[in-house]
């Protein structure tokens, strides 16, 4: 886990944003239909047949198993279908056929959610199934990575705390070259809590977004591991992703694995993997669709 000790020095660097430049559209016409046309290198959607159980077992979870989550449980215990959250735009488009194949998938956290010994954090992380720590495929040439999310109002964030969603980190644990975030974040004090943040390897934000309350919020981000840069695109509901950012530079070296779900920092300590306050009777969730890494190989974005 990288810990980020300099992050109240980094606070007070700002970094200029470029304006965003459009990628191919790799034949999709903007209608309202999300297809996916770029190759799909990992497939996090959730078919809809698929049963909570399923994700205990290598050979029918989309994920891996065994991480990253609390001790003695399993993701059966963790994962949750919301049936009144609607289907996210990539979900309800799939590949060729225009009806909803996919469904939502919510990550829950609670008291038990205690990954090892890391008694500071509370955490369900999943990793997609053949994305090794080395070597993995979505860590070389050019990757993008999709989620859509939307808020359970039933298990909200405290966004007192600092949550890490979306993210991925390096092969030796020593950084993640970016994070998805919201919250507060330890030692950036300027920063709203009440916005997605995408942050950097230097945990630098460079894009950020409000929340919404009710609708699916769609993101992509496309890091290209050759030129070392990280490109963000956004859009609302069921609308086409735009991309927000240019192709900033970001230090994508280290190889690793990605991770999505929750993490969940403490507060009132400057070791938070291992002590600090967490509140009791955690039940807290985020909804996720959507979920998908392309080849972005020659600039090919599904939008
Ligand atoms: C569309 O879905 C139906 C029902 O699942 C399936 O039989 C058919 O093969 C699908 N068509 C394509 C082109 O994927
Ligand atoms: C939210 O987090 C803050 C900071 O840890 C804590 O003081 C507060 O009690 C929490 N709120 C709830 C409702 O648990």
């Given amino acids: 886990m990288a810990i980020r000790t300099i992050s109240a020095l980094l ?43 399923d994700f205990d077992s290598s050979s029918t979870s989309p994920f891996n198993p065994d991480y990253v989550k609390g001790q003695g449980l399993k993701w059966s215990d963790i994962i949750l279908f919301p049936t009144d959250a609607g289907t996210s735009r990539f979900d309800s488009a799939g590949d060729a056929n225009a009806t909803a194949e996919y469904k ?12 090892q010994n890391q008694n500071g954090f509370r955490r369900a992380g999943l990793q ?9 495929p979505a860590v070389k040439g050019v990757k993008t990575i999709h989620f859509s999310v939307k808020l359970d109002p039933t298990r909200p964030f405290n966004l007192s705390h600092e949550y890490l969603n979306v ?19 330890i030692g950036q004090t300027g920063l709203p809590k009440d916005t ?3 942050l950097n390897r230097q945990n630098r934000q460079i894009w950020s977004t409000p929340i919404e309350r009710s609708d699916w919020q769609n ?11 990280l490109q963000v695109y956004y859009s609302k509901g069921n609308d086409p992703l735009k991309s927000v950012t240019s192709a900033v530079a970001n230090d994508n ?50 939008l």
């Fill in 128 to 136: 997609f199934q053949g994305d090794s720590n080395n070597d993995s």
């Fill in 253 to 302: 070296s280290g190889a690793g694995q990605y991770q999505v779900g929750i993490l969940k920092k403490p507060t009132g300590t400057s070791d938070v993997v291992n002590s600090g306050f967490q509140e009791r009777y955690l039940n807290e969730g985020l909804i996720y669709g959507g979920l998908f890494i392309e080849n972005s190989n020659g600039g090919c974005v599904s």
């Fill in 11 to 53: 606070a007070l660097l700002t970094i200029a944003s470029a304006s965003p430049r459009q990628p191919r559209s790799c034949g999709h016409t903007g209608a309202t239909t999300a297809e996916i046309k770029c190759p799909i290198i990992f497939d996090g959607r959730i078919k809809s047949a698929l049963t909570a159980t």
């Fill in 104 to 115: 939502p998938l919510e990550v829950t956290i609670s008291d038990k959610s205690i990954f």
């Fill in 196 to 198: 997605w943040k995408v």
């Fill in 167 to 185: 993210w991925h980190e390096a092969a030796d644990y020593s950084a993640n070259q970016f994070n998805f975030q919201t919250g507060t974040i």
């Fill in 219 to 229: 993101f992509a981000i496309t890091l290209d591991f050759d030129k070392n840069t």
